[in-house]
């Protein structure tokens, strides 16, 4: 069976006024459908780096990162962002949520740009993560529990390949925190969604089915 996403080899270099820094240091992953895989270390550690160039939206310094077995990086930046809109669901630890559209209106954006004018499929998403009955709301009317909800759902409404999510809960409570994981998790057994996650909580673990740490730009299995 072919990965649903695979890191090959990545290496990633920034230029700096001392000269160079390696953030990634040959860091290989495969993750298949149906898998949820949590990459925990230190702020600093290069996890969400490993994130953005695993999503394309930033290249590597060498390696590659293949979708579904085709190689990510052979599109230009024009066709890039149509794949990410097809395929990949982002998730960040601050929502992005557009403050003037309803949260049904956010929700049903990237079908929008995708040119699908499927509200009912953004309705029966809002009702996946239990955020249905606010779906008139504008985001400022929410708590933030249900406006990383809406940012889940927002990132389901393509059906991505693959959800990549940077520190999901990193502004949550403990309680609202984990509500969250375990939507997630409840999202990936009953959706067959792939999840990578990067994170700092140590809580994020108890739903994952594989655990990394990258420290020093390496990739070490748990």
């Not at 066709?79 to 209106?105: C, D, M, S, Y």
């Not at 990383?148 to 609202?176: F, I, K, T, W």
């Not at 057994?189 to 809580?203: A, G, M, P, Q, Y």
Request: with cysteine.
């Amino acid at each position: 069976m072919v990965p649903v996403i695979e890191a090959c080899s990545l290496y990633k270099r920034f230029k700096e006024d001392s000269g160079e820094l390696e953030v990634l240091k040959d860091v290989s992953l495969s993750v298949e459908k149906g898998e949820i895989v949590v990459i925990v270390g230190p702020s600093g550690s290069g996890k969400s780096t490993l994130l953005y160039i695993l999503g394309g939206l930033l290249r590597p310094s060498s390696g590659n990162v293949l979708l579904e077995g085709g190689s990510l990086f052979r599109y230009k930046e024009i066709e890039l962002a149509t794949i990410r809109n097809k395929k990949i669901g982002f998730i960040f630890q601050f929502h992005h949520l557009l403050p003037e559209f309803t949260v049904l209106e956010n929700v049903a954006m990237p079908l929008w740009i995708d040119g699908k004018n499927n509200i009912e499929k953004a309705k029966e998403i809002l009702e996946l993560t239990s955020v249905e009955h606010k779906k008139n709301y504008l985001p400022s009317r929410l708590s933030g529990g249900e406006r990383q909800r809406v940012a889940v759902a927002r990132a389901l409404a393509n059906d991505p390949s693959v959800v990549l999510a940077d520190e999901p809960s990193g502004n949550l409570d403990r309680e609202l925190s984990l509500s969250l994981h375990n939507l997630i998790r409840k999202i990936a057994l009953e959706t067959k969604r792939t999840f990578v996650i990067v994170t700092h909580k140590d809580s994020m673990r108890a739903i994952a089915d594989r655990i990394f740490t990258l420290t020093n730009g390496k990739l070490i299995r748990q």
